[in-house]
């Protein structure tokens, strides 16, 4: 059963520290997705990228989130330093080009700032 | 640019009663259309499809038909279950890799 892998699933730190979120797209999917979902803003697409390109970032705070795909099986995002409204549920989504674009998500990275 | 528009919730019913999410889009082209359910501490999962005009998605007892007229795509639920309590979030892709969502409709069912 093909599966998005998302590691850590909790995390806690304090204001000022780097964060990295790891994501590990299903096998042979050729897109990937970073979302933020927060209670007051709801889910927000942060970047995405296609064949390990980055398309689209404009989601994203530039100055302190960076999002990269070292490889196929591994996204990261990384946030350096991070900051209490940064607290948030991260997920990580892949797919295919054409399948009617269908994400398949992961089960979120639950980050809280302190 | 392209959007989605779903009733707010929460939507609070009784077990067995029937269910309707109301959902209409905005888009240039001929979109395809989601319904993704996210359970608590869970991720987003898609829980039916249409692609063209017309088309019935179903899964799990729900239905949207894809109705370009009125350019919706209502979530229907016979007789609702305890277990069907989640958030319930109307998309769609159009033009490129993109999906775009609603903002999400919470469902609390009571037994």
């Known amino acids: 059963d093909a599966r998005v892998t998302q590691t850590p699933r909790h995390k806690v730190t304090e204001m000022g520290q780097e964060v990295t979120m790891r994501c590990q797209p299903i096998?042979?999917?050729?897109?990937v997705f970073w979302y933020r979902q927060t209670m007051m803003q709801g889910l927000e697409l942060l970047a995405y990228?296609?064949?390990?390109?980055?398309?689209?970032d404009s989601g994203m705070p530039k100055d302190r989130f960076s999002a990269e795909m070292p490889d196929a099986t591994l996204a990261t995002l990384k946030i350096q330093p991070s900051e209490p409204r940064d607290s948030a549920v991260y997920f990580c989504?892949?797919?295919?080009?054409?399948?009617?674009?269908?994400?398949?998500f992961g089960p979120g990275t639950r980050l809280t700032v302190l | 640019g392209d959007s989605v528009t779903q009733m707010e919730g929460p939507v609070t019913l009784s077990e067995e009663a029937f269910l309707t999410i109301n959902c209409t889009y905005t888009?240039?082209?001929?979109?395809?259309l989601f319904w993704y359910v996210q359970y608590p501490g869970e991720g987003l999962q898609l829980l039916l499809k249409?692609?063209?005009?017309?088309d019935k998605g179903s899964n799990k007892g729900f239905e949207a038909t894809y109705r370009k007229e009125t350019t919706s795509f209502h979530l229907e639920k016979g007789s609702v279950q305890v277990s069907d309590s989640a958030v319930y979030f109307c998309?769609?892709?159009?033009?490129?890799?993109?999906?775009?969502f609603g903002k999400g409709t919470r469902l609390h069912i009571l037994p």
């Open positions: 989504a892949s797919g295919q080009t054409g399948l009617y674009n269908e994400q398949f």
């Open positions: 096998l042979g999917h050729n897109t």
């Open positions: 990228f296609r064949n390990r390109a980055p398309l689209d």
């Open positions: 888009a240039t082209g001929y979109p395809s």
């Open positions: 249409a692609t063209k005009a017309d």
């Open positions: 998309a769609l892709s159009d033009q490129g890799d993109k999906i775009i």
